[in-house]
T-cell receptor, first 115, second 115 residues
Framework: GAVVSQHPSRVICKSGTSVKIECRSL??????MFWYRQFPKKSLMLMAT?????????EQGVEKDKFLINHASLTLSTLTVTSAHPEDSSFYIC???????????FGPGTRLTVT | AQKVTQAQTEISVVEKEDVTLDCVYE???????LFWYKQPPSGELVFLIR??????QNEISGRYSWNFQKSTSSFNFTITASQVVDSAVYFC????????????FGSGTRLLVRP
């Protein structure tokens, strides 16, 4: 149990286009989902916390208009990187918190390359 | 301020050696969780252990053991008789028990186990 999927696992897009990454909790309800970004050989940096049915809370320094987060249901959150540029290339990982619990489960990550 | 420090950036050992990965954390909270995760080259985070701030008992799981010392704010991880498959990046993380349930990650330690 407690499986979190991400789609796509890898995406290459051209500079200026937008790309959407999905995070799904497959067998549990997740009131809260978290989005992290990881640069090569670096740690995971929390970008934002999304709560189902409400606006995401962004960490300091994260552009909310650039990284649009939607958490429309208890099993799905999406991260849209708008007008992507090469510096947005990174590994994006989501995690989902089990409703009523502290437990978080991580997705397998999405590698974004912007050319 | 909440912070996790993993001072060892990279460690290289020969197979069958024991290795200890250090983790020091900072928090003013009295209730928190500490975690260790493994990140193999595939990128997916693998959960290893969770420790409650009130539970200072050391834990052993096969070749893995953890030493939690609240007095020194450390939560060190030891791999006994290391194997090549242990090569990965290991992250220590602190989870706040406020309403955010955020995870704060250390910078990670890259472990290379040579045959």
């Amino acid at each position: 149990g407690a499986v979190v999927s991400q789609h796509p696992s890898r995406v290459i897009c051209k500079s200026g286009t937008s790309v959407k990454i999905e995070c799904r909790s497959l067998d549990f309800q997740a009131t809260t989902m978290f989005w992290y970004r990881q640069f090569p050989k670096k740690s995971l940096m929390l970008m934002a916390t999304s709560n189902e049915g409400s606006k995401a809370t962004y960490e300091q320094g994260v552009e909310k208009d650039k990284f649009l987060i939607n958490h429309a249901s208890l099993t799905l959150s999406t991260l849209t990187v708008t007008s992507a540029h090469p510096e947005d290339s990174s590994f994006y990982i989501c995690s989902a918190r089990v409703s009523g619990s502290y437990e978080q489960y991580f997705g397998p990550g999405t590698r974004l390359t912007v050319t | 301020a909440q912070k996790v420090t993993q001072a060892q950036t990279e460690i290289s050992v020969v197979e069958k050696e024991d290795v200890t990965l250090d983790c020091v954390y900072e928090t003013r909270d009295t209730t928190y969780y500490l975690f260790w995760y493994k990140q193999p080259p595939s990128g997916e985070l693998v959960f290893l252990i969770r420790r409650n701030s009130f539970d200072e008992q050391n834990e052993i799981s096969g070749r893995y053991s953890w030493n939690f010392q609240k007095s020194t704010s450390s939560f060190n991880f030891t791999i006994t008789a290391s194997q090549v498959v242990d090569s990965a990046v290991y992250f220590c993380a602190l989870q706040l028990m406020d309403s955010s349930y955020k995870l704060i990650f250390g910078s990670g330690t890259r472990l290379l186990v040579r045959p």
